[in-house]
C-alpha cells in the first residue's frame, strides 16, 4: 500500500493519521502540539506522531506528509508566518524543517485551505473545479478555489472570508476589525452573544440544557434546543445563517463563483442553519448568479487530517 | 501614426475618440448611443461613430476599436449580457457586429474591467500587477487586476465590489441586495441622503449652493462646501470613505491585495474622501496586508474612452 500522512495542527493539539490514495483515514493520533514552548518543539512533535504512525505500516511506501497549519503559509510551501497562539513563532521553515526530521516529501498549506483541498479531493465538491469552502469554527476560515487550484493572492494569504465585513458598525472581532463574519458567529462569539440574550428568553430549551452554568453553552446545545423546536435556538441559528450568507453572497460578487462548501463545528447546526445561508445568498447575491448558487455541506469527518493529506496526493 | 480608436458605452451617450499607442486621446466626440432603441441601433451608432473619426486620419492605420460596455461581458471577448437600462438588449455580440460593420478588430470589456485596464496602461497604476480598481459615479464599479490581467471569473461577471454589503441592514440597492456599498456611496443615493439630512444643517455651506432646489445637490456642491471648511460637508466625505474603505478592506483580505486606484466623479472630491478611505482600510484590514496599503487616486481623465483603447493597446 502506498499511503499518505495528514496533519491537522492545532494550538493544542496535532491530529495525526494515514490517509490512503483514496481518502480512507485509517486511524487517527492526537498529541500535544506543544505549540505554547517553540517552532521546533512542534517540530519534534509532528516528527513523533510521523514515527509512530509509521511503525505500524512497516511493509508499506508513505509516499509524504501533508501539514494544515494556522497561520500565513508562504507560497515556497513550508515557511508559516505568525500563527496565532503559538509561542515564539514569527516566521519559520516548518516544511523543510518537518522534511529533515521526517526524511520525506512535506507539503504545508493554510488549514482553512487545505480543508477546500480536501472536499475537493475527497469530500463533497469532488469534480468541482470552482467553489469556495467556509469552515465555521473557533474562528471563520475561508478558502478560494479558483479552476481545481486554491487561489492563494501575492503572499498565500487570500481567501479571508471569515474577517469580511458585513455590518460596519457590528461587534469588536479579534483581528481589529469590527463586524467580521467571525464576530458573529464564531463559536466563542456566538456562545457568548446567546448567553447574553438568554435573560431575555426565560422559556427557552437552552436554559434546561446547561443546568451547571452558561460556561457549558456551546454550539451543540443550541442544536439540541433547535432540533426539540426551540424558537430562540431556531432564531439563533437563522441569525447566524444570515451573517454567513450576507458574507458568502459578497464573496460569490466578487469571484463571479456560485458554489460554497459549509464545514467545521458550528456547521453541524445542519437544516436550519443552512436554509438560512441559503436563502441569504439567493436574495443577495447579483441577478446572474442566482439560479446557480449552490450551498453545500462539507462532507469529510476529519477534514483537518484528509484535507492535508490531500495536499500530497495533489 | 498608428492608433485606437476608445469607445465608452454609456446609456445615453458614445464617447468616442482616437488615441496614440502612448495613450494620448487626440480628440473627442460624442453622439446619442440610442440605448433606448435596441443593440443592432446601438452597433450602428458605434459604426458612425468610428467613420467620423477615421474620416480625419485617412493617412494613418486603425489597429482596432476598443469598447467599454456595460453589463457582463463573456470571455469570449464580444457577448455582451443584460446591460442595465439598454432596451431590447438580452445577450448580444457586440463584438462580432461591430467588427463587421467597422471592418477592423473591436475587443469588449465591461466598463470597470476597461478602466482598470486603462490605468494600469497609461494611468496611475502604470507597472502594477495587482490592484483594484474603483470607480465611484452613478453606480460604484469595479475592477480586480492579478498578474497585470483583469480577473473575470467564470462567466467574465468577477470584481463586482460595488455590490458587496458593508451593512446588512443598510439601505435598499437597485441590485436586491441591502447595504451595498453602492447604495451608500452611488451618485444617486448619497445625493439622496445628503438631501434628507440637510434639514438637520440649517447651517450648512451646501443650502446656499443649491439656491434654486435640492435636486441640484450633485457631489461638486458638496466638495465645493467641503473646500470651504463646510463642517456637514467634511462629515459626508467622511462617512462615503469609511463605506468604500469598508469594501475595499474586505476586498483586500479576500483577495491578498494591497493597491486600490479610486476613480470615477464622485472621487474628484479628493482629499477628504481619500484620508478617510485610507485611514479606514488600514485600521480594518488584516494585519499582514495594514503596512502595505495604498489607495491611490486615478489619474485618467477620459478613463471611459482610454480604458477601451488601452484593451486594444494589451
Known sequence: M?????????????????????????????????????PESVVSQIG??????????????????????????????????YPPNFKNWTVFRLGEETARVTGVGVEVENDANAAAVGEMKFGSARGMRDFIMVTLGTGVGGGVVIGGKVFRGQSGGAGEIGHMTVNFDGPQCKCGNRG???????????????????????????????DSGVEQLEPKIIS?????????????????????????????????ISTAVIGGGVAKAGKPLFDSIEETVRSRVLSPLRPKTKIIPAALENSGILGAAALIAE
Open 180 to 210: 467580521c463574519v467571525e464576530a458573529y458567529v464564531g463559536q466563542r462569539y456566538l456562545s457568548q452573544r446567546v448567553s447574553d440574550q438568554l435573560i431575555f428568553h426565560h422559556d427557552s430549551l437552552i436554559n434546561k440544557l446547561i
Open 224 to 256: 439540541q434546543a433547535a432540533d426539540r423546536g426551540d424558537a430562540f435556538a431556531l432564531q439563533v441559528w437563522k441569525e447566524a445563517g444570515m451573517y454567513v450568507g450576507v458574507a458568502i453572497a459578497s464573496t460569490f460578487n466578487l469571484f463571479d
Open 48 to 81: 513523533k506522531a510521523v514515527a509512530t504512525i509509521r511503525e505500524k505500516y512497516p511493509h508499506d511506501r508513505l509516499i509524504g506528509v501533508g501539514i494544515g497549519s494556522p497561520g500565513l503559509v508562504d507560497l515556497d510551501g513550508g515557511t508559516v508566518k
Open 2 to 38: 502506498e499511503y499518505m500522512i495528514g496533519v491537522d495542527l492545532g494550538g493544542t493539539f496535532i491530529k495525526a493519521g494515514p490517509v490512503s490514495k483514496s481518502g480512507n483515514l485509517l486511524y487517527e493520533i492526537s498529541i500535544p502540539s506543544q505549540a505554547e514552548i517553540s
